[in-house]
C-alpha cells in the first residue's frame, strides 16, 4: 500500500476527485491487476470497506475522468482496467483491442494493439471502439 501514499492520490488530483479512502482502494486494485476486473469482483475484494453505491459512483467517476475504460467480457458484464494512455474527461482515447479468454472469461488490454482512426460520417458522435480477440489466456492453456 506504500504506492498508494503517493502515486494514488496524485492520479486523483490530477483529475479533481477528492482523495478519499474508497477511491484510493479501488484506485489500488484496479491498477494492481493484470486483467480487466467486474463491480461484483471489485465487492468480494473490498468486503464490507465498500457499500454497493459508493463502490458504483466511484467506477462512474474513474470512467468520466478517463483513468479506468469500461470493457464487457462475453457474457455481457463489463469489467474495468486502468487507462495506459492520458485519456481525460473530455478526451477518452484508450482505444485499443481487448483478448477476451474463453475459457476464464479474463478480459485483457492490449495495449501496444492501438486502432486506426475511424471516419464516422457527419453528425455522428463516436463513443467506442470495441474490437475484442477471443481466445485461451497463458494461465488457462496450463
Known amino acids: 500500500m506504500e504506492q498508494s501514499n503517493t502515486v494514488y492520490p496524485e492520479i486523483l488530483k490530477r483529475n479533481s476527485l477528492k482523495v478519499t479512502q474508497p477511491r484510493l482502494k479501488v484506485l ?5 491487476k493484470d486483467s480487466a476486473i ?18 458504483y459512483r466511484v467506477l462512474a467517476s474513474f470512467e468520466e475522468k478517463g483513468i479506468i475504460h469500461k470493457i464487457f467480457d462475453l457474457h455481457g ?6 487507462c495506459s494512455t492520458n485519456c481525460s474527461e473530455h ?5 485499443h483491442v481487448h483478448f477476451i479468454c474463453r475459457v476464464c472469461n479474463s ?15 457527419e ?5 467506442a471502439i470495441a474490437v475484442n480477440a477471443l481466445g485461451v489466456c497463458n494461465h488457462c492453456k496450463k
Open 107 to 121: 478480459v485483457y488490454c492490449l495495449d501496444e494493439i492501438t486502432l486506426p482512426k475511424v471516419a464516422i460520417p
Open 77 to 82: 458484464t463489463a469489467t474495468y482496467a486502468m
Open 38 to 55: 467486474s463491480q461484483p469482483e471489485l465487492e468480494k475484494l473490498l468486503g464490507k470497506d465498500i457499500d454497493r453505491v459508493t463502490l
Open 123 to 127: 453528425g455522428f458522435s463516436l463513443e
Open 91 to 95: 478526451d477518452h482515447h484508450d482505444q
Open 28 to 32: 489500488e486494485i484496479i491498477s494492481t
